[in-house]
């Protein structure tokens, strides 16, 4: 049963492969889209806001792991009124998800919250993290955005066979 799921950010929660270009002031024309001082956009994906909400619906842990300033990704998750949905956001300026992943599961059993790693889905547009995760941090499921599949809405429907 998965009790946490684990996001990148650039190409997988929206369109843009590096937010730590975005230099504010930032304005959104829609909800779901960001513009920077310079005229840098990006558009959520689709269903990313309504899979978010199904996910804390079903009292599922949300994280964040991105390869980014971690200010940048702060005031972008803020514009968009992502922020609140994330239980834990680690935003590095290096490109190792599994320590990102290994950091996020710190900070839970700060707060005396214990996954093991099946408990745990990592959803990233990038194929390559997943050997290192699997590596050293175990069974962790791995979904390649765009590839394993192709709306984020999948994710409730595979966490609703998981549970099965
Ligand atoms: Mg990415």
């Not at 504010?24 to 909800?31: A, G, K, N, S, V």
């Not at 590095?92 to 700060?110: C, G, N, T, V, Y």
């Not at 889905?121 to 941090?137: I, K, S």
């Not at 962790?140 to 765009?146: A, G, R």
Request: aromatic residues 12%; negative net charge.
């Amino acid at each position: 049963m998965i009790k946490l799921v684990i996001f990148d950010a650039d190409k997988t929660l929206w369109d843009h492969y590096n937010i730590s270009e975005f230099e504010e002031p930032f304005h959104l024309p829609e909800r779901d889209i960001l513009r920077d001082s310079e005229g840098r956009t990006l558009k959520l994906f689709p269903n990313v806001r309504k899979t978010l909400e199904e996910l804390k619906r079903k009292d599922v842990k949300i994280a964040m792991a991105t390869w980014n300033f971690p200010h940048k990704t702060e005031k972008v998750l803020k514009a968009l009124e992502l922020d609140s949905y994330f239980d834990v956001v680690v935003s590095r300026d290096f490109p190792f998800k599994f320590i990102m992943i290994a950091e996020i599961l710190r900070k839970f059993a700060e707060s005396g919250i214990r996954f093991r790693p099946e408990e745990i889905l990592f959803v990233d547009d990038r194929r390559a993290h997943f050997g290192n995760v699997w590596l050293y941090l175990g069974r962790i499921q791995c979904l390649e955005m765009w590839k394993d599949i192709n709306d984020h809405l999948e994710i409730i429907s595979k966490l609703e066979n998981s549970q099965t």
